[in-house]
């Protein structure tokens, strides 16, 4: 029989064993998969609509279609992800806010903050051009929230977090580029423009990848233990 | 007073109790993963697997993720086994209770 300490010592290991081992996914895929095609649609839109390219008092309102559009993407890609986590939550019949969503939720809300503020900053504080570094913020942060879930994370979530957090440092040189672009006599790009591609580029280009790589698929078939794995 | 003797032998010991709580957290565990948190040898952990599986308390999954990788293997708790795992951290519970003045 085992002693009590010996008792609390194994409900201990288990208590611990269970804490590493809980995975739990922010994004699905089909969650990046709405994210995606709402970022890649919204902002494929937004170009059309602003061709040429906006200047002077046009720029003023693009960077309102920018800001706001882009939040309602932010919004309706939130609103599809609690539903498909919702949805998940019903099937393995858990609570929707379970122990591993509050854990993800702390782990993601410094990062989540930081944005937040540098984004109202920029509005209230910065000039209409202070817009336009938004995206590399919002890279970057996002890249931050999604590699502060790595503990207990799937593999590719990290994965993502690095794509933008790199994407994000570099664009924080697309002033550059543009610069340079003209230079070079490549003819005249405008930084609203620049931003609004930036943003289809990674939050709807890289989302779209992700869902294409993390699909479920699989084809099972029962096995016998008699075999090695 | 309980009977102590409903313990789980089964369960108890060290390194299938780590596969049975690991097993309790997800649907599926694969062969690989198991072995990299448990830090067991493959021949270790593949004994252990087949005497929880003897037992009814695992089931086993080959599955083919991508049409020109290996099958994978994974691992997940049968009902049966499941079952037997609460009730034994319930007897663990009461033997801790019981301990203390």
Redesign the interface.
Same mark, same amino acid.
């Given at each position: 029989?085992?002693?009590?300490?010996e008792?609390?010592e194994?409900?201990r290991? !288990?208590r611990s064993?269970?804490e590493?081992?809980? !995975?739990y996914r922010a994004i699905s895929a089909p969650s990046a998969l709405v994210g995606g095609i709402c970022s890649t649609g919204f902002g494929g839109w937004l170009w059309f609509q602003w061709r040429p390219l906006p200047q002077g008092i046009e720029e003023v309102a693009f960077a309102h279609w920018f800001f706001f559009g882009w939040m309602a993407v932010l919004l309706l890609t939130i609103t599809a992800n609690a539903l498909f986590i919702w949805r998940a939550a019903r099937e =393995?019949s858990e609570p929707f806010i379970s122990p591993a969503m509050r854990k993800a939720l702390w782990a993601l809300f410094p990062p989540v903050l930081c944005g937040a503020v540098f984004t109202f900053a920029s509005l209230f504080l910065g000039s209409v051009s202070a817009r336009w570094n938004l995206p590399p913020i919002w890279m970057v942060f996002y890249g931050l929230g999604l590699l502060a879930t790595a503990q207990f994370a799937p593999k590719s979530i990290p994965i993502l977090g690095w794509f933008f957090l790199v994407a994000g440092f570099l664009s924080f040189g697309f002033d550059h580029w543009l610069e340079l672009t003209r230079m070079l006599g490549h003819g005249e790009t405008h930084r609203p423009t620049a931003a609004n591609l930036l943003m289809v580029a990674t939050f709807g280009g890289f989302h779209l990848i992700y869902a294409a790589c993390t699909w479920p =698929? =699989?084809?099972?078939?029962?096995?016998?233990?008699s075999s090695?794995? | 007073m309980f009977d &102590?003797d409903k +313990?789980d032998k089964l369960i108890?010991e060290k390194g299938r @109790? %780590?596969i049975m709580? +690991?097993l *309790?957290?997800?649907?599926s565990w694969s &062969? /690989?993963d198991l072995k990299a948190?448990l830090a067991l040898s493959?021949g270790n952990l593949?004994t252990h +697997?087949?005497t929880l599986?003897?037992n009814g308390y695992v089931?086993?999954?080959?599955? @083919?993720?991508e049409v020109r990788e290996r099958p /994978?293997?994974t691992y997940a708790l049968t009902d049966k086994g499941r079952q037997s795992f609460q009730e034994y +951290?319930t007897i @663990?519970?009461q033997?801790?209770k *019981? %301990?203390?003045p």
């Open positions: 029989m085992p002693t009590a300490t008792a609390e194994h409900l290991v !288990i064993l269970m590493k081992a809980t !995975i =393995r =698929r =699989r084809a099972s078939a029962p096995a016998t233990l090695t794995p | &102590f +313990l108890h @109790l %780590g709580t +690991l *309790a957290t997800r649907p &062969f /690989q948190e493959d593949i +697997l087949r599986h003897d089931t086993v999954t080959k599955e @083919l993720k /994978q293997t +951290l @663990l519970e033997i801790v *019981a %301990g203390r």
